[in-house]
Structure formats: structure tokens, C-alpha cells
T-cell receptor, first 112, second 115 residues
Framework: EAGVAQSPRYKIIEKRQSVAFWCNPI?????LYWYQQILGQGPKLLIQ????????DSQLPKDRFSAERLKGVDSTLKIQPAKLEDSAVYLC??????????FGSGTQLSVL | DQQVKQNSPSLSVQEGRISILNCDYT??????FLWYKKYPAEGPTFLIS?????DKNEDGRFTVFLNKSAKHLSLHIVPSQPGDSAVYFC??????????????FGTGTRLTIIP
């Protein structure tokens, strides 16, 4: 079974630039999550989708971050404009009923 | 406000000995707890979990203990193996609604097994 796919693996941008991350969850998983992991901290939930609807985006900085889940499958997370403090690993995860979260390998973002 | 705390950033253990990783939480609403393991350049992978109705759960070499009154849980690995070297995250949620989990993670403990 294929895992959660994320791209790109690494991204380096300058502050005030825009960046987008892509996630393809495990086939059939209705729930998709985006987590932000800053160095030395645990993953923090940014947004949770159930199919193509948002369940929880209470910790998403909506002035600069946006996310969508096209047709309830793939998802993109965008940052515009990026700040230095956005440097982190962005993890996508998916799950289905009676299953634990499966995480992708993440996208490491460096904002210079 | 750090609701899940792992106060030891790192731990080194001799191969074959017991590794004990600790986790404390402050939110009394948490009733489901998980441990995740993370290798470099990979996403976290689920290791073991425990519901608040239990005080112990065992899976092979891994055992998780929960002390609700102290709001404390620990992960025991016996015997420790070199492949256990990784970062271990403690996580908690309100309810175990599989497929709709909202996990709060600790900051992680880097475990190094010395051959």
C-alpha cells in the first residue's frame, strides 16, 4: 500500500515570497491533516479536512496560510507571504475510520 | 501553553538494557495517549497507544504505563536495540475517535542506543 506522498521534500525561499506544498493521502482515507513541526518542537495541527470540508483550522494563521483539498483527495498548503518564523517541516497525514494517522515524510521549508 | 511535556530532550541507553521515556500532560480532558517514533527525514510512525481506562498496554518489547492521578505516562522498551534509536513523541487526544483524531504532541525525546 502506498503511503502519504508529499512534495517537494525541501524548499528554500526568501521572506515575503510565496510557497506551496502538495500532499496525496493514502487511497481511501477521508481525513487529511497538515501539521507544522518547528525545530525542537512537536508537530502542531494547522488544519484538518474531512473529505473536502474543513473540520478544524483554528491554529492556521489565516492571514498568510491557506489550504484546500481538491475533490476530497489531494491537498495543497500555501504560505503567502512567508516569514522567517515559518521555517519548519510541514507534515501531511491521513487516516480513515478505525485507523491511526499515517504521516508523509514532510516538506522542509527554510525561509531566509 | 504546552499541554503535553517531554522534559528529557535526549536519552542514551546501552543496547540490551531498558529504555524509559517519560511524558506529562496538563489537560485532564485527555483520555487517549499515543507514542510515535520518528527517524530522520521521515514522518512519525505510530508505535503504541493506551486508553485512560487502562493503566498498562504491552506490544512486544514496548509497554506504555499510564498514571492518571499524576497525569504521567511512560514508554518502556525492553530490551533496547540499535534500531530503536530515533525521536519519540508522546501525543494525546480527547477521545479515540479513529479517523478523526486531533493530536497534541510533546516536544520529543531523542533516544540513542549505544551498541
Amino acid at each position: 500500500e502506498a503511503g502519504v506522498a508529499q512534495s517537494p521534500r525541501y524548499k528554500i525561499i526568501e521572506k515575503r515570497q510565496s510557497v506551496a506544498f502538495w500532499c496525496n493521502p493514502i487511497s481511501g482515507h477521508a481525513t487529511l491533516y497538515w501539521y507544522q513541526q518547528i525545530l525542537g518542537q512537536g508537530p502542531k495541527l494547522l488544519i484538518q479536512f474531512q473529505n473536502n470540508g474543513v473540520v478544524d483550522d483554528s491554529q492556521l494563521p489565516k492571514d498568510r496560510f491557506s489550504a484546500e483539498r481538491l475533490k476530497g483527495v489531494d491537498s495543497t498548503l500555501k504560505i503567502q507571504p512567508a516569514k522567517l518564523e515559518d521555517s519548519a517541516v510541514y507534515l501531511c497525514a491521513s487516516s480513515s475510520r478505525n485507523e491511526k494517522l499515517f504521516f508523509g515524510s514532510g516538506t522542509q521549508l527554510s525561509v531566509l | 501553553d504546552q499541554q503535553v511535556k517531554q522534559n528529557s530532550p535526549s536519552l542514551s541507553v546501552q543496547e540490551g538494557r531498558i529504555s524509559i521515556l517519560n511524558c506529562d500532560y496538563t489537560n485532564s480532558m485527555f483520555d487517549y495517549f499515543l507514542w510515535y517514533k520518528k527517524y530522520p527525514a521521515e514522518g512519525p510512525t505510530f508505535l503504541i497507544s493506551i486508553s485512560s481506562i487502562k493503566d498498562k498496554n504491552e506490544d512486544g518489547r514496548f509497554t506504555v504505563f499510564l498514571n492518571k492521578s499524576a497525569k504521567h505516562l511512560s514508554l518502556h522498551i525492553v530490551p533496547s536495540q540499535p534500531g530503536d534509536s530515533a525521536v519519540y513523541f508522546c501525543a494525546a487526544s480527547v477521545g479515540s475517535n479513529f479517523g478523526n483524531e486531533k493530536l497534541t504532541f510533546g516536544t520529543g525525546t531523542r533516544l540513542t542506543i549505544i551498541p
